[in-house]
Structure formats: structure tokens, C-alpha cells
């Protein structure tokens, strides 16, 4: 098999994995805490990957980092899985799926907006627009489609999904400064972040032995939301020509993520999540378009 057609592979099954999460998180949170969730299944990640690191002889990496990378890999950490994971699994506690899974899709855009004070990049009028439009999907899905009551229907809960999209931003432009070989990088992350999760659990949470199905949700969203699917993901990345042949396959996941949470949660998927979506994709669509039209400027493009 040529590479390109193994990079489309390992793409496609990372797509598909990544857009079963909504609703196993959403399942799963029927016989387990948001905090259990995200303990656990931190748990399972961080064995999988120390796994991928024997595997693939990569762990003698991690001596190799200096005290500057521990303390990055201490505040990415931090960031994700530990900030991150709790602040969006408790908004699945709280919304619709659908609601949560479409508005993730907006992290492109928050990543285009950090990236100006936090790595100089300038923004072109066809980027704000672009910006505007995919703004404006979110906001139909936070209203249901009421647009002109101007009211949230869950404040809170849009507030926390749009609090880890902007938590997720800022860990992926410390991530891109950051040099370090990617399994084993995420590797030392995930010990910090799950060093944190457990004394959150002990201070705050009361951590229990989950049934059988709860095991189950938590072992698959640690395996193929957090650990092997990343690990894909990187490998359809470098065995590709170009990165635009598998990254433009991203922009299924939410369409698939929708098809599924209504076959297996049973949600009703709604008008305004649908249109949402497509103002929200179809401003990440222009934003792209727009920066590959401007790339002669030799600035590094981030998305």
C-alpha cells in the first residue's frame, strides 16, 4: 500500500473514532461522575501511550528532556488533560451532545484569535468575516435557534463548552513552540495532567469503582479519544504528501459525530445544531481559503 493511501486509512479511522466521543461521553456519564469520567479514562490514556512509547522504543526520549521541558509538559498538563477535560465533560453533564460536539468545532477560530497577541500574527478583513460567520453558528446552536430573544437556553453549560475550546486553543499554540518528539511529549503531559486530576479527586471528588458499563465508557473514551487516536492521527500527518489531503477529512467528524449521537443516545438532532454547524464549518472553510490565498507572507499559518 503507498503511503498516501495509508495516511488516508489512518486519518479516516482517527476521524471515525474521534467522532464517536460525544456520544460516548454523554452515555457514559449515565453511571459515572464528569470528574470519574475524566480520571479514569486519563488513566487508560496515559497506560496506552506509555504502551505506544515501548512499543515504538521511544520511552528512553523522556530522560532525555531537560528541567525547561518537564516544566512545559507541567503547565500543558495542566492545560490538557486536566483544565480541559473537566471543564468540557462537565458541560456534557449539562447539555445536549450535539450541542457540545458542534460548538467544539469552533476551536479553529479561537486559535486564529489567541494567535494574534500571543504569536503576532496579523488578520486579514476575509479572516474576520470568516471569524463573524462561525460565531454566528454558535450562537444559533447556544439559542436553539431563538435568535432574536438573545437568550442562552443553558448559559452555564455554553459557557463551560466555550471555556475548553478556548483552554484547548491556547494548549495547541503551546504545543506548536513546543519541539519535543509528539507521543512522548503527550506522554509527559498526560503524567502531570493525571497527577493533577488525582488531587482534584481527592480533595473535591469522591472516587469510586464504576459498573461494568461505566468501565467500559471510560476505558474507550481514554483509548480512542485521548491515546491511540492521536498516535494515528500523527502517523497519517507524516505519511501524507500534504497535510490539507488529510486534515480537510476533519470537517466530517461532526456531521458523523450528529448521525451517531442520534442513533445511540436518542437525541433528536435539531435545526438550529445543523445550521450551526454549517456556518461554523463554513467559516473554518473560509479561514482556511484565506490564509492559503495571504501564505506568500512567509508568516507560519497555524491552521
Known amino acids: 500500500m503507498k503511503d498516501q493511501n495509508k495516511a488516508y486509512l489512518f486519518a479516516i479511522l482517527a476521524v471515525l473514532f474521534w467522532s464517536t466521543i460525544g456520544a ?21 490514556s496515559l497506560i496506552a501511550l506509555f504502551i505506544i512509547l515501548l512499543f515504538q522504543k521511544k520511552i528512553r526520549l523522556i530522560s532525555s528532556f531537560t528541567k525547561k521541558d518537564y516544566f512545559s509538559s507541567a503547565i500543558m498538563g495542566f492545560l490538557n488533560p486536566f483544565l480541559y477535560y473537566l471543564i468540557l465533560i462537565k458541560a456534557y453533564s449539562i447539555l445536549q451532545a450535539q450541542e457540545v460536539v458542534v460548538l467544539n468545532y469552533m476551536w479553529p477560530v479561537i486559535l486564529v484569535l489567541l494567535s494574534i497577541p500571543l504569536l503576532g500574527q496579523k488578520i486579514r478583513t476575509q479572516s474576520l468575516i470568516a471569524i463573524f460567520i462561525s460565531f454566528a453558528g454558535s450562537y444559533i446552536i447556544a439559542t436553539q435557534g431563538n435568535i432574536l430573544n438573545f437568550k442562552f437556553t443553558n448559559p452555564f453549560g455554553v459557557a463551560l463548552a466555550f471555556g475548553s475550546i478556548f483552554i484547548w486553543a491556547l494548549f495547541w499554540i503551546l504545543n506548536l513552540k513546543d519541539k519535543r518528539e509528539e507521543v512522548s511529549k503527550l506522554f509527559l503531559n498526560f503524567v502531570f495532567g493525571f497527577l493533577y486530576i488525582a ?11 464504576p459498573p461494568v458499563e461505566g468501565i467500559i465508557g471510560v476505558c474507550y473514551a481514554g483509548l480512542f479519544e485521548m491515546g491511540i487516536t492521536f498516535v494515528l492521527w500523527l502517523k497519517a500527518l507524516k505519511l501524507s504528501s500534504t497535510t490539507a489531503k488529510v486534515t480537510n477529512l476533519i470537517f466530517l467528524a461532526p456531521f458523523i459525530s450528529l448521525l451517531i449521537i442520534n442513533v445511540t443516545v436518542g437525541e ?3 435545526g438550529s445544531t445543523f445550521v450551526g454547524l454549517i456556518f461554523i464549518i463554513g467559516g473554518i472553510i473560509l479561514q482556511r481559503y484565506s490564509r492559503n490565498s495571504g501564505s506568500g507572507s512567509g508568516r507560519r499559518k497555524i491552521i
Open 199 to 209: 488531587i482534584y479527586s481527592l480533595l473535591f471528588s469522591k472516587i469510586r469503582i
Open 268 to 270: 433528536k438532532i435539531m
Open 24 to 44: 460516548a461521553f454523554k452515555l457514559t456519564l449515565e453511571y459515572v461522575n464528569f470528574d470519574e469520567l475524566v480520571f479514569y479514562s486519563s488513566l487508560i
